[in-house]
């Protein structure tokens, strides 16, 4: 009997199964894969059989069928989770490989796009700047490449060689100048032509003396000036200014935060137009080099972007002992159309042109190393001057030699005094013991070169020292932990008054005073 119970339960079960794989109206009662399906999970049926057959077979015959119905249940729920777990991998495969091939097919579809317009918008710059530079595309077959085809004999240096050709020009006039000024006459006449002067007459700038001072004797001092403060006190009028009174405009350089190195001040060689794309700071160089003009160029707000990186070059060439050695590399190699001042692929810089650089400190720049500080000469512009009656005042040209003659003879006749070098060196003792800081030789030969033209403009010598100790010195305080030294900066400041006087170095106290209340 239990036998006959356990055929006909599992008949059912078995039934349905061989009905989904071989299905037909003949297989099962219901017809077709849903009908045996239905029969698999026709739980009435089961129960029918158990209650057919419970009062026909033993206790333990009927615990055993129980058994074998609780089987075949798990059997199901396993049959239900495997159709169910692979029927979902296969469903997200086959629509996931139909959205990724739709996603790839979009992306490859826009790059194209892409590479077309910037294609494109290449050969319209192409275009623009060869037909700026005076040059003509040369027209050829669909798909021939011809812009970088040269007309024979053509410079690949186009602003250089037009250069060239300006100063070939037997008419061309050069500056006759003036031999007639001392430096502190020099300094006034500029202050009052920057307040009052015909050329210039709706923009009246006025400038303290000291600023002027400071100005040509860090010109005496170094070929980079660094103009800082806040914005709006004039720090890139007053060079502008001064290419004006020199009747030789200033070059402004704007810098942006991209500039990462040389190329943007010099420029490069462009491979696919066989031509050097010149910059106007290397043209205004290369005019230099054909007169004794003064050149100026700014780094306006120079320091938006490293000025170690893209200056590098020019802060290690200019600090060179022998001007001969002022030399970069344009190209690798010469062509013989090359300008007559490139010589080899090098160019020797101009002895006549100085580099101001103007800097705002604030979030958005980044701060100046002491690499750039300690070539330089930093001067700061934190106060625009009351306004005075000048006279009208016209330009003066002036040469470069005779200028810097002037300051030989300054640097001779005003000599810093033994007395105060000897009270640098102690000082520069007394710094490395108490703040573990160093003058330097460096600064030390800006000193002596430095204070003498400053006194020659009108200035004094210990004022010279003040600012010279207070901008290349105690500047470097900044990055010391002020919060643990407080009481060694209150010593130094009697130390300077014990040596100096208690009415001189000024500057430089009133800066630890400052300093010293940040912490």
């Not at 979902?88 to 194209?112: A, P, T, Y």
């Amino acid at each position: 009997m239990f036998g006959k119970f356990i055929k006909e339960f599992l008949g059912i079960f078995f039934g349905g199964l061989l009905g989904v794989f071989f299905s037909s109206p003949k297989t099962n009662s219901y017809g077709g894969v849903f009908g045996a399906i239905f029969q698999i999970f026709n739980f009435p049926a089961y129960i029918d059989v158990f209650k057919f057959y419970k009062d026909k077979v033993s206790t333990g015959e009927f615990v055993g069928g129980i058994f074998i119905f609780i089987l075949i249940v798990a059997a199901l729920v396993a049959i239900v989770w495997v159709i169910i777990f692979f029927g979902k991998r296969l469903f997200k495969k086959i629509i996931g490989d139909k959205v990724l091939n739709q996603d790839l097919m979009d992306e490859i579809n826009n790059l194209k796009r892409e590479l077309i317009k910037t294609t494109r918008e290449k050969d319209r710059i192409l275009g623009l700047k060869i037909a700026y530079q005076g040059y003509d595309i040369l027209e050829g077959e669909e798909g021939e490449d011809t812009s970088s085809e040269k007309k024979e004999g053509e410079s690949r240096f186009y602003k250089l060689t037009e250069v060239d050709n300006i100063y070939k020009n037997p008419e061309h006039k050069y500056h006759e100048f003036n031999d007639d000024f001392t430096l502190e006459s020099l300094c006034d006449t500029f202050r009052n032509y920057a307040a009052n002067n015909p050329d210039r007459p709706w923009r009246k700038l006025y400038y303290e003396p000291k600023i002027i001072r400071l100005f040509f004797a860090s010109m005496a001092t170094t070929r980079l000036i660094i103009l800082q403060g806040i914005s709006g006190t004039g720090k890139t009028s007053l060079p502008e200014c001064i290419g004006h009174f020199l009747d030789n405009p200033t070059t402004i350089a704007s810098v942006q935060p991209s500039w990462r190195d040389r190329t943007e001040l010099f420029g490069y060689f462009n491979e696919f137009t066989k031509r050097f794309n010149e910059t106007e700071v290397l043209r205004a160089m290369y005019d230099a080099t054909y007169n004794d003009d003064i050149y100026i160029t700014v780094l306006d707000e120079m320091n938006i972007a490293r000025v170690e990186y893209y200056f590098a070059e020019m802060l290690s060439i200019l600090e060179m002992p022998s001007r001969d050695q002022w030399v970069i590399d344009l190209v690798p190699s010469a062509w013989p159309s090359d300008p007559a001042h490139v010589v080899k692929g090098r160019f020797k810089l101009p002895e006549n042109m100085w580099y101001v650089g103007t800097a705002n400190n604030d979030d958005s720049t980044f701060a100046i190393s002491d690499k750039v500080y300690d070539r330089g000469m930093p001067i700061n512009i934190n106060s625009k001057a009351q306004p005075f009656d000048a006279p009208l005042t016209e330009h003066m040209c002036i040469s470069y030699k005779k200028l810097e003659e002037l300051f030989a003879k300054a640097q001779e006749e005003h000599r810093v005094s033994d007395e105060n070098l000897q009270k640098f060196e102690e000082m520069d003792n007394y710094v490395i013991e108490h703040f573990r800081l160093a003058f330097g030789n460096r600064i030390v030969k800006q000193l002596r070169e430095f204070v003498p033209v400053y006194v020659a403009c009108g200035g004094t010598e210990i004022d010279g020292l003040d600012y010279v100790l207070c901008n290349k010195i105690l500047r470097k305080f900044e990055s010391l932990n002020l919060a643990y030294i407080r009481d060694e900066v209150d010593d130094y400041i009697q130390y300077l008054s014990d040596h100096f006087g208690e009415e001189n170095m000024q500057e430089c106290k009133e800066y630890l005073t400052r300093l010293k209340k940040l912490f």
